[in-house]
């Protein structure tokens, strides 16, 4: 006769205890590694800018840093511009930008804040052509009440109708604060789906948009609150930063494309007609300080931000950004403006004794206006204030 074992149960106990020993140990050595990557994911989530209490009358603190910088990260070149030394650049803040390598191969001063004057309408520009077609329709409207005293004009009425893509020609050429308004009004009300939002809360909200486009381009020692560059001790950016806003333009092809022509006539929607000249002498070829390889792009000018620039130039073997912020004088951003691309382009140049851009046959359009004077063809780069 066969016996037949009954089973051990005390050896299927065993087992079970086995096993719970065995996950409670598994559990101890990996949770340690599964807390510390979750720890890792809320370090590197960017944090709110912060923008530091003002010291002094006219320059604020440096905005607080950023976890995890998101955008445009810039190299630096480790060799010097043999022609080029701070000396030679008159200008408190420069940089010189390789397009072709993303090398800035000069740099002055680069994370100093400093204002950034009407070179702020490239981000104007920015953020109309992110959220709006150049087609979209713009009406001019009691924002113009917005403009401070001897504003740099595009010469816009209250009741005139034009498109985003005049509308930034007025903003770009003439360096027009009453587009800048139009702009940031009638983009924040289309943004936020509230066309009865009030001017002064869309300015903000415009202001707003601009400092979400500049964190994107990597600008995170910047702050805006205006969308025309007038003078504000809580509006201001780095020669860096200029540079990072204007090689993020470069996703909105149009205003590369606007910044290059010499002057712009056109009949607006509503039926008037405008003539708005660039005042950006270094691509207008009636007057000295014309370079015929620029291409552009925005100049600026209050008392306190001095004279500003961000400008382009290109020819068959160069793609080259200049920023030069605070010159003590209109010939001075110019001729370092010119210096800077000539270093790479012709350095030859700068060796001709003394090198200075040829003064213009007549006097230079002047970036001062005075109170209540008019300029009806917009024929000179008329001052941000």
Known sequence: ?????SPDKSGNKSDRIFMILFLIIFAMCFLPFLLKKENANNETAPVNVEV??????????????????????LHYSEKDL?????????????LLYDRKTNTVIYSKNADSPLFPASTTKIM???????????????KVGTELSLLQPESSLAYLNQGNELTLEDALYALLLPSGNDAAYVIAVNTARFV???????????????????NDEAFEAGAD????????????????????DMLKIAIHSEKYPLIAQICAQPYRETQIISGQSFYWANGNLLVTNDNGYYLPFATG??????????YCMVATAADENNDLIAVVMKAPTLAGRYTDAA?????????????????????PATEPPSEEKAEGEENPENESEDADE
């Open 339 to 359: 210096r800077l691309f000539y270093s790479v382009m012709n350095p030859e140049k700068l060796k001709e004794p003394p090198f200075v851009t040829t003064e």
């Open 297 to 306: 792009l925005k100049t600026g000018f209050t008392d306190e931000a001095g």
């Open 82 to 94: 043999p022609e080029i030394t701070d000396e030679t650049i008159s200008s408190s803040a420069a």
């Open 124 to 138: 104007t520009a920015c953020v109309a052509l992110r959220y709006l077609k150049p087609d979209y329709p713009l």
């Open 52 to 73: 530091n209490d003002v010291s002094g009358p006219d320059m604020p603190e440096i905005i607080t840093g950023v976890q995890e910088k998101p955008g445009i990260r």
């Open 1 to 5: 006769m066969k016996l037949y074992k």
């Open 192 to 210: 936020s789906e509230n066309p009865a939002m009030p001017d002064a809360e869309a300015v903000k909200y415009f202001g707003n948009l601009m």
């Open 221 to 240: 020692h910047t702050h805006f609150c205006v969308p025309d560059g007038y003078h504000d001790p809580f509006h201001y950016t780095t020669a860096e």
